[in-house]
């Protein structure tokens, strides 16, 4: 292959790459140009150094920046989730491709985030309230269960200090 037709299949194959549902990856070079958008194909090709989130980021230099300086590293900015058009906070990881100069990201929306956080919460408490009222009604158990024969020993042990104090006495 030569070294466009290459670049071509891996961008190519990377579009379709998703995880956890509709996490996606993209890839920018260093300029930054969008080489590849799953979601914004009308991205692919387009500068995107004068791009900036709602809040004034230049996201795709960001992007850029912190690859030139570490290699890698995690960017958060807004954008929109895929077939929505209000932007919402978002934590990405990104990694230069060091042979081609390309930024390869993906990143997480914060609010799914949060909502799996919650739900690991409420999971924990539903297993908390499960083990604690399963030990709650074994304690009970137990309880009832030796009060019994407890009361009993107590009973024979009180009649039996009766008897000697009355033959003492």
């Known amino acids: 292959l030569t070294p466009e037709e290459a670049k071509k299949r891996a961008a190519l194959r990377t579009k379709s790459l998703r995880y956890s549902g509709q996490e996606y990856f993209w890839i920018n070079d260093l300029t930054p140009t969008m080489i590849m958008h799953p979601f914004k194909p009308e991205l692919d090709g387009k500068d995107l150094s004068e791009s900036k989130d709602p809040e004034g980021r230049y996201l795709f230099r960001e992007f850029v920046k912190v690859c030139r300086e570490k290699g890698d590293g995690f960017v958060d900015y807004l954008w929109p989730k895929p077939g929505e ?85």
Not at 152 to 164: C, F, M, N, R, Y
């Open 85 to 169: 058009s209000k932007p919402v906070p978002k934590f990405s990881y990104v990694k230069l491709y060091q042979p081609w100069g390309w930024v390869v990201g993906s990143g997480v929306y914060v609010d799914d985030i949060k909502s799996d956080l919650a739900k690991i919460r409420y999971l924990f408490l539903a297993i908390i309230f499960v083990f604690g009222s399963a030990g709650l009604l074994i304690t009970w158990w137990i309880t009832r269960s030796t009060a019994g024969p407890i009361n009993k020993a107590v009973e024979g042990l009180t009649s039996s200090t009766d008897h000697i104090t009355d033959a003492v006495g």
